[in-house]
């Protein structure tokens, strides 16, 4: 199975605006973070959530490519900042393609066939007066069976 989050983190930490803007956590990485992010984590901050996988079955065998929904969540205090951080992220893997070497996998490389703009939703998280811009992509990434 691909690392989609692991992927997706390694080429939106390469990014000087999307970094720019996130800056670093306490641990000294992006904050870039897949599925949850942390209670004490400071803002802007970058959410990565896998949400479904449609495989490329053949005839003769197992899905040598998966398209993968997405979901990234750009939060921020002001929505002027969570909308700069959520176009930086569009910017970033928005039509990626080309191979990508994920760390922390045994320096697995995972090859993205393309990855695609979906949609876009905005709102407001009263209770935390914090603002997210949810947006989805599908990453077609090759797999081997």
């Known amino acids: 199975m691909a690392n989609v ?3 997706l983190y390694t080429i939106l930490a390469a990014d000087a605006t999307v ?3 996130v800056g670093t ?3 000294g990485g992006s904050r870039i973070y897949p599925l949850t992010i942390p209670q004490a984590a400071a803002l802007p901050a970058v959410r990565i959530t896998e949400i479904a996988v449609e495989p490329s079955d053949t005839k003769t065998g197992a ?3 998966d398209a993968i929904r997405v979901q990234i969540d750009s939060y921020a205090m ?3 900042t969570a909308q700069q951080l959520d176009e930086a992220v569009r910017g970033a893997i928005d039509r990626y393609r080309g191979s990508v070497t994920v760390a922390g996998t045994g320096g697995a490389t995972y090859f993205v066939d393309g990855v695609r703009f979906e949609n876009r939703n905005q709102t407001m998280e009263t209770e935390k007066d914090i603002f997210r811009i949810s947006t989805d992509y599908q990453v077609r990434i090759h797999r081997t069976p």
């Open 19 to 21: 970094t720019g803007l």
């Open 78 to 80: 002001s929505m002027l």
């Open 63 to 65: 899905s040598t490519l």
């Open 25 to 27: 956590d306490a641990g």
């Open 5 to 7: 989050s692991g992927i």
